[in-house]
């Protein structure tokens, strides 16, 4: 009896280790992927540092798209990837570089743009940091990439955030 009774006491707290360590585990998950977001957007965080009122209408001919447009763009993108592929359903987003499909010349505020990139990272961080860890291998489906896992799309938006940061630090050292 005292074997049996010590046996099940063994087989339980080795049970509760196991959950203990996989819960964090899936808490780990989702914090290395806040880490690898925080981490994939400081050239975006370092070039946007440099970028004076007058660089936002800056353009790199023949691209159409300016500076201010494309921070724009960023933001909106980053918003609406965390409330339809995070499930962030708190967040509202009007997503007019998307709408209007071109750089209509209306990204001139510095602030505004600043501040509107600062909500839009904070939003995205909160949405990864909301993630349960295996929920990554959830599937989602969206008109633009079609359907991947959580961990899948995620490197869509990293990649999506870095070629426009690239093309914002071109348009600032080359553009006119």
Known sequence: MNIYAFSLNSTLIIGFQCLFFFENYLLETSQHFYEAYKEAR????????LIQKEDLSKKLHPSPNSIGFLMRHIADVELLFAKNVFKAS?????????IDQKDTGEWSDLNELTDYLKISSQSILTAISNQKG???????????????????????????????AGQIALIKKYGS
């Open 42 to 49: 400081t050239r975006l965080e370092a070039t946007l540092n």
């Open 134 to 164: 295996d929920n990554w291998g959830d599937k989602v489906t969206t008109k633009e990439f079609g359907t991947k896992s959580k961990s899948e799309a995620f490197g869509r938006i990293i990649s999506h955030t870095a070629y426009h």
């Open 90 to 98: 708190e967040i509202q987003v009007r997503a007019k570089t998307l």
